[in-house]
């Protein structure tokens, strides 16, 4: 599903230039949960936004359901976008003064989907996330978590094949984290993608799969096995 190969991502300014990412190699199959880890500037953020399309690369091959990213149009990139892949981050990036149901609603808006279907998208996506009593509250009158949840029903209601969540619970309490890393752990389950950036050394363990990056350069994180104990 995902397939990337030598890419490479620098950003100049004036005054420095900054190698972002190293001839990174990833492949991602179909319904991985994958936990993406590394220090702090590593290059997680610039890695999810270029699998999101949101960001560009300088060189290497990026091909995503075996279609090649490097080339495509910016109108090309946010149909493939809005298609394909869903978002979540780490501040929720909620609008304040939307209602939760219009914060879900709005990018539905923008691919063009009639008002009856964004109904039942929106109201699909709000019981998926058990807030469906909360519809007409606006962020600010939501906890943490139950804004977290929001942003995470604002990506399923446009049926995403992969989900990009970019350190979803570095702003929850740890309870709240739990409930949010557990929805994701049961959107994977029934068959959604999901690459997440995380700190948490749990939340690594927990996902299929744990790849880590250090400098830009990326590496699958070796598994620790416990040695067997004498029976
Ligand atoms: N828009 C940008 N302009 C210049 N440098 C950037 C930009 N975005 C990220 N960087 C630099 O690229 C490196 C990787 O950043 P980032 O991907 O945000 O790291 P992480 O998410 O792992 O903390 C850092 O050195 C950062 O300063
Ligand atoms: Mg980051």
Redesign the pocket.
């Known amino acids: 599903m995902i397939s990337i190969k030598n890419l490479n991502k620098a950003?100049?300014?004036e005054l420095i230039e900054?190698q972002?990412l190293r001839d990174i190699h990833l492949n991602v199959s179909e319904g991985e949960f994958v936990a993406l880890t590394?220090?702090?500037?590593?290059?997680?953020?610039?890695?999810?936004?270029i699998l999101g399309t949101l960001e560009s690369f300088d060189s290497g091959e990026y091909l995503l359901d075996g279609q090649a990213v490097q080339g495509l149009t910016d109108r090309a990139l946010s149909a493939l976008r809005n298609e394909k892949i869903g978002f979540i981050f780490q501040s929720f990036n909620l609008i304040k003064d939307f209602s939760i149901y219009d914060n879900i609603e709005l990018p539905l808006r923008y691919r063009g989907f009639s008002s009856a279907e964004r109904k039942q998208r929106v109201e699909q996506a709000l019981e998926r996330v058990g807030l469906a009593g909360r519809r007409s509250y606006l962020p600010g009158q939501l906890s943490g978590g139950q804004q977290q949840r929001v942003a995470i029903a604002r990506a399923l209601a446009g049926s995403p094949r992969i989900l990009l969540a970019?350190e979803p619970t570095g702003n929850l309490d740890s309870l709240m984290a739990r409930q949010v890393m557990e929805l994701l752990e049961q959107l994977n389950r029934e068959g959604c993608t999901i690459l997440m950036?995380t700190h948490d050394p749990e939340q690594a363990r927990r996902a299929g799969r744990h790849v880590q990056?250090v400098d830009?350069m990326l590496s699958e994180a070796t598994v620790y096995q416990p040695l067997a104990v004498n029976q």
């Open positions: 950003f100049r300014t900054t972002a590394g220090p702090s500037g590593s290059g997680k953020s610039t890695l999810l936004n970019d950036v990056i830009g």
